[in-house]
């Protein structure tokens, strides 16, 4: 059943909610027109509220729109839940929501529904996942405004000189009932103040400027705001009315911020929408599957998303999933999602790629050795490093195709049925060390490296029964010394270790050690990598063979192995494997200081603010905030103060510790300069973050709430001390030689 709770109508873009005070929305405004920018992107939400399309597949409204199931009567002011609020995630609805687009609600241009939310915490926004993408001739996306443009240093200012527009499809009738209105209605509103004076921190007044006011239905809609340069965008989300007589000012959510009295940690509201809505690019992205049975989420020691967000796994039929890494878009100069996967666990299944692999998105295929699909664990790896000839080769019947690379134009040549020639004549990385292969096609074809020299190739695609079947495929080679791998080529040999040339372990000059376990089976142990259990296991048979391999498990430096016959019977044979872990060599981690804004009241007066931004875990280094005088802000735009490093290898976590003084003797004061209450929490002063290298994502630590999860830009503000103060900082993880 679908729960809806109609609240008093405002502008919001995440907080804790107010007091419910009578919903009042756009009357005496205008109808929308049908081309205009909100007759284009606002929508209606099922069961009495107001949204605006910010993607294809996601409307943005409030929170207390659509109460999640999860969720109890102190949704936005109770005590927190252990697990339904984390920003990461998309949580599904016990009933789909109807979802409205056009501005006359008797004829709306296009109709849908969402099934799945996401929520920022204890905060009154809510995005809603569309079950279908409205077509681009339907509806306009409006972006998101995630922070003011770049030139502004006094945001009250800015915003207070700016118009905003008002949409929503309010009740028209001021009586005891209502309905929503068939027309979307639209007003003009001005002269914010920021934070709002008569509400929490976090949101934004603004005052009518037509004489048009919000009513009940309007909440969730847009504040948009018309750039100099044309564009429009959502500032804020429509929340509710701050008076009771509806006098015409109306309460917003601002993209982030608060004040010297903000008693949460909600920093990050344009980061947290910037990464569900626009996404970030990145390579690397793994996971392994915890279960063949059920949609999950995936355990995080196995997981990385370069966009912040979750990796999660839905199991659409019989040994078909699709593996998913929600925000992550296309790397830059890189054959879009190049992927591999190997199947997990001891049965005799094999795994490979169903389709052509998009940037958030792999479908994945399991089968029995007869070809019959099979329900199986896997581990999949997309856009390995930058170190690496990313190819996916088409089916090809005859002949010879071009594809991209971002080291240059790859051949790909057909040399007879099922056998493959790949040449990367660009790649100046020198030879090939390692080449893994994944079949990529609806059927039960199977493809493995038979051999490579220099920076060419030759593949091998057969059947489930291992005769020679023509197929498209993914591969990817490598001359790099990021990650470690082995070619396991004495099959029957009990124990030797990897021949140097096709052979690394990152950080030393040792060798894998492979084992031959029993019939079929294998260890290769990394002696010498960090021993942090995680990373990501590929294997492919190697060689003039049918059989095919899988991986077992792995621990911290070890990964286990099993090949079989295409009966599915153990039987030795020739293998390539890749253990890769990022965090192994290192992380490049660039943390920006953007902006301070901090008050000082003791005898001394102005602030003298100087300080230091540490690293204390995982990396080390240490930035000087350089001291000036009489300084309540601060910004450091062109160029931002910054320490870039690389963490040591192995970590996965890095610590950064900002500390801020205000400097009193020079004019008399206490000899001790006093340290300016710059985080969030009542008894801490320092303001702390930890960086996890691996899931990619930010918190803010001795804070009530963690801020939002994901890279960007970071926000805290000072809360108890007699000199406070508020910073923005940004953090990026890069890869050794590019994005991760």
């Known amino acids: 059943m679908k729960r809806f709770r109609q609240f008093a109508c405002a502008l919001a873009l995440l907080v804790p909610a107010l007091a419910a005070s009578p919903a009042h929305a756009i009357v005496d405004g205008e109808p929308a027109p049908a081309d205009s920018v909100a007759g284009r992107s606002t929508v209606f939400v099922g069961g009495g509220c107001t949204g605006s399309l910010v993607a294809p597949t996601l409307v943005l409204t409030s929170g207390h729109c659509v109460t999640p199931p999860e969720a109890g009567p102190d949704l936005f002011r109770g005590p927190l839940e252990p697990d339904w609020e984390r920003p990461d995630r998309f949580y599904p609805l016990e009933d789909d929501v109807s979802i409205a687009i056009g501005t006359d609600l008797t004829s709306p241009t296009f109709t849908t529904s969402a099934s799945e939310y996401a929520m920022p915490g204890r905060a009154d926004m809510l995005l809603l996942r569309l079950l279908n993408p409205v077509p681009a001739d339907k509806a306009d996306v409006v972006p998101i405004l995630t922070r003011p443009p770049s030139d502004v240093t006094d945001y009250t200012a800015w915003v207070a000189a700016q118009t905003f527009r008002v949409a929503g499809f309010g009740d028209e009738n001021d009586d005891d009932g209502w309905r929503p209105s068939d027309q979307l209605n639209q007003g003009l509103s001005r002269k914010g103040v920021f934070p709002c004076e008569r509400a929490d921190a976090h949101k934004l007044c603004v005052e009518s400027a037509d004489g048009s006011g919000v009513r009940l239905g309007d909440s969730g809609g847009p504040l948009l705001w018309t750039s100099p340069q044309g564009g429009t965008f959502v500032a804020g989300v429509l929340k509710q009315a701050n008076l009771a007589d509806n006098s015409g000012i109306y309460i917003a959510t601002f993209y982030r911020g608060g004040s010297n009295t903000d008693r949460t940690s909600l920093s990050n509201i344009g980061g947290w929408l910037e990464q569900w809505v626009s996404g970030r690019p990145g390579g690397t992205a793994f996971l392994r599957t915890t279960s063949a049975w059920v949609d999950h989420i995936p355990e995080s020691d196995h997981t990385s998303n370069p966009s912040g967000l979750t990796a999660r796994v839905d199991r659409l039929d019989t040994g078909r999933y699709d593996a998913y890494f929600e925000g992550l878009r296309e790397t830059p100069y890189r054959e879009p999602r190049v992927a591999l996967v190997s199947a997990l666990g001891t049965d005799d299944a094999y795994c490979k790629l169903a389709d052509r692999a998009q940037s958030d998105r792999v479908r994945v295929a399991c089968l029995h050795p007869n070809g019959l699909p099979a329900n199986s664990r896997f581990s999949v790896l997309t856009d390995i490093s930058d170190n690496d000839v990313l190819v996916r080769a088409p089916r090809l019947l005859a002949g010879t195709t071009s594809v991209p690379s971002a080291h240059g134009t790859v051949s790909v040549s057909r040399i007879a049925a099922g056998e493959y020639k ?319």
């Open 422 to 740: 790949v040449a990367a004549p660009g790649f100046r990385g020198g030879d090939w060390r390692n080449v893994l292969t994944t079949a990529e096609s609806p059927g039960r074809v199977r493809c493995h490296p038979r051999s490579w020299s220099g920076a060419t190739a030759i593949v091998r695609c057969v059947s489930a029964a291992g005769v020679p079947a023509d197929s498209a495929f993914t591969l990817a080679a490598t001359a790099g010394l990021d990650s470690g791998y082995a070619w396991a080529h004495q099959e029957s040999r009990a124990s030797y270790l990897a021949t140097p040339r096709f052979a690394n372990v990152p950080g030393t000059d040792d060798k894998p050690l492979i084992r031959r376990l029993a019939t079929g089976r294998y260890s290769v142990t990394f002696t010498g990598a960090p021993s942090n259990i995680g990373g990501n296991v590929q294997v492919t048979a190697a060689g003039d063979t049918s059989n095919y391999c899988t991986v077992e498990d792995w621990t911290a430096v070890t990964a286990y192995v099993s090949c079989r016959a295409p009966s599915g019977t153990l039987a030795d044979t020739e293998f390539l494997v890749r253990y890769f872990d990022p965090l192994d060599t290192g992380r490049r981690v660039e943390l920006s200081l953007r902006a301070l804004h901090a008050t000082s009241i003791d005898e001394c007066g102005e602030l003298d603010m100087y300080g230091t931004l540490r690293l204390v875990r995982g990396a080390t280094g240490t930035l000087a905030v350089p001291l000036e005088s009489n300084a309540d802000v601060r910004i450091f735009e062109r160029p931002p103060l910054g320490i870039a490093v690389t963490s040591e290898p192995g970590a996965r976590y890095v610590e950064a510790e900002l500390r801020i003084r205000d400097q009193d003797g020079s004019c008399g004061g206490s000899s001790i300069d006093d340290e300016v209450d710059i985080a969030a929490r009542a008894d801490v002063t320092r303001y702390t973050i930890q960086i996890d290298l691996q899931a990619h994502t930010v918190q803010v630590l001795d804070a009530d709430l963690p801020v939002l999860g994901g890279q960007g830009l970071w926000w805290t503000d000072g809360r108890d001390g007699r000199e406070t103060g508020k910073a923005e900082l940004a953090v990026e993880i890069v890869g050794p030689t590019g994005l991760y």
